[in-house]
């Protein structure tokens, strides 16, 4: 059974940086594509970032793209998302998830992944 566990949240201040990590077990997490995805209060889940199974494909959406960055550490199966010049815009619960189908690219649609994390909370005071 998959399992994926994020940390990392806190709150911070505009223009703070935070590191997200989410912890994967289960299966081999090597051959899977991972991304994150955020949900404000009243909103929609959104894409933030994917990494696909090899780490050498990322993708990201265009409102963090230059302050975020995704990677992965195979042999600890744990992504990454690095956080810099953080705006209050950016407040939100932040999901992991992992692709279903082994050795798949970076999708940005949420509903191609088929495991979540219970969400990590980001709060950016102005």
């Known amino acids: 059974q998959v399992q994926l566990v994020e940390s990392g949240g806190g709150l911070v201040q505009t223009g703070g940086s935070l590191r997200l990590s989410c912890a994967a077990s289960?299966?081999?997490?090597?051959?899977?594509?991972m991304g994150w995805f955020r949900q404000a209060p009243g909103q929609e889940r959104e894409f933030v970032a994917a990494?696909?199974?090899?780490?050498?494909?990322?993708y990201y959406a265009d409102s963090v793209k230059g302050r975020f960055t995704i990677s992965r550490d195979n042999a600890k199966a744990t992504v990454y998302l690095g956080m810099s010049s953080l705006k209050p815009e950016d407040t939100a619960v932040y999901y992991c998830?992992?692709?279903?189908?082994?050795?798949?690219?970076?999708?940005?649609?949420?509903?191609?992944?088929?495991?979540w994390g219970q969400g990590t909370q980001v709060t950016v005071s102005s």
């Open positions: 998830a992992e692709r279903g189908t082994p050795y798949s690219i970076a999708y940005s649609r949420a509903s191609l992944y088929d495991y």
């Open positions: 289960g299966r081999s997490f090597s051959m899977y594509t």
């Open positions: 990494i696909d199974w090899s780490g050498s494909c990322t």
